[in-house]
Nanobody
Framework: QVQLVESGGGLVPPGGSLRLSCAAS????????MGWFRQAPGEERKFVAC????????SYADSVKGRFTISRDNAKDTEYLTMNSLKPEDTSAYYC???????????????????WGQGTQVTVSS
């Protein structure tokens, strides 16, 4: 059973940066499209960014475009979300997700992802 593990969350002041990481135990991320989603208390989980299985295509929510970058390192079998110019409204639990089938295309739809991590908290506050 594949388990995804996120890391890198924390408390950061407005304008600061963080890099989230996502790795898999009991499986691999290589060859699978990946996504990041976030969920604030009392709100639905929302799309943040996704990357195609070969790293050749990405997509971002309008709210993070130009500030966040999704990437992957196959040598480390790890996916990243680099977040710059953070705002208080970016405060959320962040979740990485993996599509079920090998070489499935990237997707912005939460229902297209089969495997989820436990989440890592990002708090943007002075």
């Amino acid at each position: 059973q594949v388990q995804l593990v996120e890391s890198g969350g924390g408390l950061v002041p407005p304008g600061g940066s963080l890099r989230l990481s996502c790795a898999a135990s009991g499986g691999t991320l290589i060859g699978y499209s990946m996504g990041w989603f976030r969920q604030a208390p009392g709100e639905e989980r929302k799309f943040v960014a996704c990357i195609n299985w070969n790293g050749g295509s990405t997509s971002y929510a309008d709210s993070v475009k130009g500030r966040f970058t999704i990437s992957r390192d196959n040598a480390k079998d790890t996916e990243y979300l680099t977040m710059n110019s953070l705002k208080p409204e970016d405060t959320s639990a962040y979740y990485c997700a993996k599509r079920r089938l090998y070489e499935d295309e990237r997707s912005r739809a939460i229902g297209e992802y089969h495997y989820w991590g436990q989440g890592t908290q990002v708090t943007v506050s002075s």
